[in-house]
């Protein structure tokens, strides 16, 4: 069975604080991407990777990085959390070219207070 | 930019047949997909078009019209658990990406299923 697994279903941070949420994917898929999903706004892409060391910016990456050191692993980074970063957030891989389908992790919901 | 529209709710009978819209307009296309997301969880994949026409499997189909930048998703035999977000996701094509290809999502669809 395919897997991606996030490293937290439920975090609670403190505003300012430094924020690690971990993926990892068993698939090889060389893509990876990390998504935040708010109420009447649907998934919105903050980073992706389509290759180790490699990442480009989605359509949100303010307030966020990333890392991937591992074809498996992908972080993101909230260098200083603040509350306007409570959200679910979800990670996924897929495998290129032509992906038919991306494989999504159970998501983290990050509390910022 | 990228735009794409979904009904944000919709409520069917259970046994019966619903068909939930989406209407995009991007910058390129290649590959609209079809998502169905249960409360807390995660996303889970349910189709795929890249061609005009309808895809059938099993209770699902979905139907794709490029020239018309519309896609619908049908649900047969209703049951209780389909009650679910379906979420509609265009595939476009991203320049300096090495060929990548960035997927866009609606902001899915809520369908209840009542008895």
């Known amino acids: 069975d395919v897997k991606v697994t996030q490293s937290s279903r439920y975090l609670v941070k403190r505003t300012g604080e430094k924020v690690f949420l971990e993926c990892v994917q068993d698939?090889?898929?060389?893509?990876m991407f990390w998504y935040r999903q708010d109420p009447g706004l649907g998934l919105r892409l903050i980073y992706f990777?389509?290759?180790?060391?490699?990442?480009e910016k989605g359509d949100i990456p303010e307030g966020y990085s990333v890392s991937r050191e591992k074809k498996e692993r992908f972080s993101l980074i909230l260098e200083s959390a603040s509350t306007n970063q409570t959200s679910m957030y979800l990670c996924?891989?897929?495998?290129?070219?032509?992906?038919?389908?991306?494989?999504f992790g159970q998501g983290t919901r990050l509390t910022v207070v | 930019g990228q735009n794409i529209d979904q009904p944000t709710e919709m409520t069917a009978t259970e046994g019966a047949i619903v068909q939930i819209n989406c209407t995009y307009q991007?910058?390129?296309?290649?590959?609209l997909f079809w998502y169905q997301q249960h409360a807390g969880e995660a996303p889970t994949f349910l189709s795929y078009?890249?061609?005009?026409g309808l895809e059938e499997k099993g209770r699902f189909s979905s139907f794709l019209s490029r020239s018309k930048g519309y896609s619908y998703l049908l649900l047969k035999e209703l049951q209780m658990k389909d009650s679910a977000s379906y979420l509609c996701?265009?595939?476009?094509?991203?320049?300096?990406?090495?060929?990548?290809?960035?997927?866009?999502f609606g902001t899915g669809t809520k369908l209840q299923v009542i008895p």
């Open positions: 996924a891989s897929s495998s290129p070219p032509g992906a038919t389908e991306a494989f």
């Open positions: 698939m090889d898929h060389e893509n």
């Open positions: 990777s389509y290759d180790v060391k490699m990442k």
């Open positions: 991007t910058s390129g296309f290649n590959g």
């Open positions: 078009n890249v061609l005009d």
């Open positions: 996701a265009v595939r476009v094509p991203r320049a300096n990406s090495g060929g990548y290809q960035k997927v866009t």
